[in-house]
């Protein structure tokens, strides 16, 4: 596990050191760091709101992005699932150092913009009834750490709302389908994030991810696909 990540463990600490502010779940060889902070954070009308945030920062952290989870009783799943997501960008933009502070600071930052702009996307579309439906087909070139990548397709699909098939054959093939917007959040991560190791067994992003096809279909033509994700070994 990185000094890196300890010493940056130390500071947090240190820093969020009021009574349930900074609280470490676990530490092993295995999972790394996890720790949970609870913040406040003021919008313009200088409402505060309290966040928490739970960070786990892999073996391999700094070199790559922490998993973070973001929650809060004053904001909806998808203002909290809109802010992890930025946080996460916001990540992948930075320099392979350690980042949890200056993610914090970006938060406190820009919270107004990030919770008005996904508050006007929600009204957009409840004006607009229900988002049309849309299916999307992606090329992977190859998969060395195999089970791990299953688990974060099958994690992002879970947390996008997307339905969709793995085929794993001489062709690796991704079907999804779903809203556009959590389609094209899939993309960005799956060619964003650390998702695979390359032939040295250093984790990498996916570069070679092709869209096949991506194209809205009428509610008659949605695929029958009753779980969230399956995938299926194919000859």
């Not at 299953?150 to 709302?161: R, V």
Request: net charge negative.
């Amino acid at each position: 596990m990185s000094e890196l990540a300890f010493d940056e463990m130390s500071v947090l600490s240190a820093i969020y050191c009021e009574k349930d502010e900074f609280e470490l779940l676990e530490k092993s060889a295995e999972k790394g760091l996890i720790f949970r902070i609870q913040m406040e954070v003021e919008a313009a009308t200088s409402e505060r709101t309290l966040l928490s945030l739970l960070f786990q920062l892999p073996t391999e952290y700094p070199h790559c992005v922490p998993e973070i989870s973001v929650s809060s009783e004053q904001l909806s799943r998808k203002q909290c699932q809109h802010i992890k997501q930025s946080l996460l960008e916001k990540a992948s933009a930075l320099e392979p150092e350690p980042m949890v502070h200056e993610l914090l600071l970006w938060l406190q930052q820009n919270f107004t913009g990030l919770t008005l702009n996904d508050q006007s996307l929600v009204e957009v579309q409840e004006e607009g009834g229900e988002e049309e439906t849309w299916i999307a087909l992606f090329l992977i070139d190859h998969m060395r750490s195999k089970t791990k990548y299953i688990k974060t397709i099958e994690k992002w699909s879970l947390e996008l709302g997307l339905t969709g098939r793995l085929f794993l054959g001489k062709l690796i093939l991704v079907l999804l389908q779903g809203a556009r917007r959590s389609i094209k959040e899939y993309i960005h991560l799956q060619r964003t994030v650390k998702v695979d190791v390359d032939s040295s067994g250093k984790r990498c992003k996916e570069k070679m991810m092709r869209v096949l096809c991506e194209t809205q279909v009428s509610d008659l033509k949605r695929l029958r696909i009753s779980s969230a994700f399956l995938y299926e070994f194919v000859s």
